[in-house]
């Protein structure tokens, strides 16, 4: 797929489709209006004859508008003028893309990013475009024995941006949002893999293949052996039920004029399978716990994008990788773990894993002298019930780092929810026996398991974000998101001074 942009008149555009918009009731865009002008009234009349009233979404492909040289001109229903906002212009953009890869136009010049979008610049309306397209065409089926093809699939798309002094700010845009789309296409593809493939030591070796496919990039894999070394008692615990042995992904981006430089590390949540472990989850869509690796396949994704990017920073991003499984070896209820920092933790369940892995991961990376720690991870089911499958919770011990997250998130429509963390939930994690326990008493889970964390981030800036219900869909559809990786490349955009304006 080809983006471009330019900047031009709809009538002299000779492509296999041009798309503009229609306002609510029946009310042409400024474009559409230059359209209709030199078709002397074709499109006002369809309009008038009631057929197409402008809701969102509604489309009209017309064929041989008179005096205009393109073949087609899709007509897209964009809602009341006024009601443009960012939901429904992607909602736009995806219904857009869906009709002209459908009905054969390869290549299409596209107007729909001269609309105006509340609040909204030339910069982002281009960058969602391109982030939105990609996304709707994602398909995963390598596995099935036919794979469905659409025949004359859309190949070729041009932005028309107003003036020409918006061409590099698009331009711009398009690079930004292939590289955040390469990472999310990246993500999705890690999280969509069967867990019988996607284990451990298949996200090192995608970690290695980074390696090999940047210069920038050198990747380090510790397994469990080198984390006995190490005194990760915490991690190896959770993955000593599995067959398949825990792997540690260091991938290692150096950027920065200055290797030198703290850098920013990120940590996902790896956890291949999470079958609870002996606190075994019920059997009912058990399946969906492949993608309690979404954190570090997101992470992965970012550190693609961001070596695609060649930002001016340095980034370490950690793939925790391990599998959750019950049998004769696993952990178990009632074992108390010394953590790598020399806290103890007692298990009360051993379906609450994700913790004991990241833990021991925060208290490794203190070796980087990080600038910031973030680590994302879909940690708990709590984090669903209180904030569904639209934004993803942050919980941080640094506001600045905190605001700088949901900033980020705000501009890449990627939004994530700031919940709080306080001492009285800290005392939830209180356990007899042990330093803390790795549950909380009732209520608050996602804000518990917060406080876990925030037990072994101590020595920098750190932020957790918990993904448990935008990582993925559900369901009959179900597929990886790619969330986070617009949220963290826009924060890295952010950090390397790299926004809209040069
Ligand atoms: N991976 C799960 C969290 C999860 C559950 C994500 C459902 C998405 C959907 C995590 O390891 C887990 O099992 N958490 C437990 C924690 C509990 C035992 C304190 C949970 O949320 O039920
Ligand atoms: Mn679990
Ligand atoms: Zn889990």
Known sequence: MEFSVKSGSPEKQRSACIVVGVFEPRRLSPIAEQLDKISEGYISSLLR????????????LLHHVPNVLSERVLLVGCGKERELDERQYKQIIKKTISTLNETGSMEAVCFLTELHVKGRDTYWK???????????????????????????????????????RELSLGERAIAHGLAVASGVKAGKDLGNMPPNVANPAYLASQARRLADDFESVTTKIIGEQEMKELGMTS??????????????????????????AKPIVLIGKGLTFDSGGISIKPSANMDEMKY???????????????????LPLNVVGVLAGCENMPGGGAY????????????????????????????????????????????????????????????????????????????????????????????????QLASPFADMANLGTPGAGTITAGCFLSRFAKKYNWAHLDIAGTAWVGGKDKSATGRPVPLLVQFLLNRAGQDAVE
């Open 49 to 60: 004859r009631g057929d197409l009233e402008g809701k969102p979404g509604q489309m009209l």
């Open 126 to 164: 281009v960058r969602q475009a391109v982030e939105t397209t990609k996304d709707s065409l994602y398909t995963f089926n390598q596995f099935k024995s036919n794979k469905p093809e659409t025949r004359r699939p859309l190949r070729k798309l041009v932005f028309n941006v107003p003036t020409r």
């Open 235 to 260: 991690y190896l615990a959770v993955g000593q039920g599995s067959k398949n042995e825990a792997m540690m992904s260091v991938i290692e981006y150096k950027g920065h004029p200055d290797p030198q």
């Open 292 to 310: 309690d690796m979404c954190g570090a396949a997101t992470v992965f994704g970012a550190m693609k994008a961001l070596a695609k990017l060649n």
């Open 332 to 427: 178990r209820p009632g074992d108390i773990l010394t953590t790598m920092s020399g806290q103890t933790v007692e298990v009360l369940n051993t379906d609450a894993e994700g913790r004991l892995v990241l833990c021991d991961a925060l208290t490794y990376v203190e070796r980087f002298e990080p600038e910031a720690v973030v680590d994302v991870a879909t940690l708990t089911g709590a984090c669903v019930v209180a904030l569904g499958n639209h934004i993803s919770g942050l919980i941080s011990n640094h506001n600045p780092l905190a605001h700088e997250l949901i900033n980020a998130s705000e501009q890449a429509g990627d939004r994530a929810w700031r919940l709080p963390m306080s001492d009285e939930y800290q005392d």
